[in-house]
């Protein structure tokens, strides 16, 4: 018997004495065929182990195209009207819905459909073989699957025949072509240099996590060997920079954090937030406690609007993430996995922008 890759549906039907249509019409579900060539085709097809391939048939049908987006970052309930509904009542223009509408414009403008696939359960979700056997299991309803930051089942992925793209750091292992990006180990410098411009050396990165059970900080981790690089280039003690974490839903638990920090014994004299809302807090805190901006400390928070930030007094110096941008190119360069003729290539990195306010 030939090895299972080489095995076609001419193979299935010279076994089954049937003609290659009739194998293509029960694969698909299509056409007339007898009970009894169907039987025989099925079985035959089980006897050699033959699995269709689903991406190459959706591919060579030439059919309208369903991309699957899967964010482990949300994993708490998944509303009917929009996967991210609960969570801009919370946090208006976050990363995640900007992300998710930039994708809806980009299948709007390229005539695809955007699914959102199941969440990853908490007892897979630490197992790359399980996690990625989930995903597997789905993988027949749709065409390509867009994952973010940097799942533990990526090198799986990169091994299997789905087109995926990841919204991480770049990997020297994967294509770029896999990969959209927003700036994040690029932007973590230029908010130590700015503070290091203004003579700030004591500073506090508040970096928020969408839910702390699930959160792996690996992804983070460069934070630190930036800090760690960043100190011994510019002659600075790294026992003066401190990463701290905090869950976005929990705004009670980021005011436990800044009152430690500030009425601690070597309290910062710059802090950054991952997102707005977190800047929210801080400015309240500050302003009950009479802290004052920025005579007294000076703040920076990512932004995923270019206008963010001016609403605030004084109006808050911002990183703004063009995360509509990410979600827009991400479902480009699925296409283009796809079908690079129709779909020409596009860079896969989305410039950052610094935007410096009275808040620096």
Known sequence: MKDQKA????????????????????????????AQKKERILQVMKEVGYTPNVHARRLHKRNRYTLAINFNAIRQG?????????????YPANYLEQFWLGAIHAATKYDCDI?????????VWGDPEKSFSHIL?????YDGLIVDHTPPYLKELSCHSLPYVYTGPPDPAISLEHNVYG?????????????????????VFFLGILDMQFSHFSRDSYLKHKIQEFCTTHHLSPEDIHVMYYDMTD?????????????????????FFTDTPAAVTAYNYLQEN????????RIIAT??????GKEFVPALSSIFVNSFQMGFRAVELLLHQLDPKEYPKKDSYIPFQYMERESV
Not at 7 to 33: F, H, M, Q, R
Not at 183 to 203: A, C, D, M, P, S
Not at 303 to 308: H, L, W
């Open 78 to 90: 998944q509303p009917s009207s929009s996967p991210f509904s609960s969570l801009t009542e919370l």
């Open 290 to 297: 009479g802290i004052r901006i920025p005579e007294h400390i």
């Open 251 to 271: 705004p009670y638990q980021l005011t436990l954090l800044l009152s430690g920090v500030l009425k601690g014994k070597n309290p910062p004299e710059g802090m």
């Open 303 to 308: 932004t995923f609007s270019a206008s963010s």
């Open 137 to 141: 299991e789905q993988s027949s309803g």
């Open 115 to 123: 699914l959102f696939t199941p969440m990853i359960s908490e007892e």
């Open 7 to 34: 095995i076609t549906i001419y193979d299935i039907a010279s076994l089954a004495e049937v003609s290659p249509a009739t194998v293509s019409n029960v694969i698909n579900g299509k056409g007339k065929c007898s």
């Open 183 to 203: 700036g994040l180990q690029e932007y973590y410098q230029k908010v130590l240099q700015v503070f290091y411009e203004h003579r700030i050396t004591k500073i």
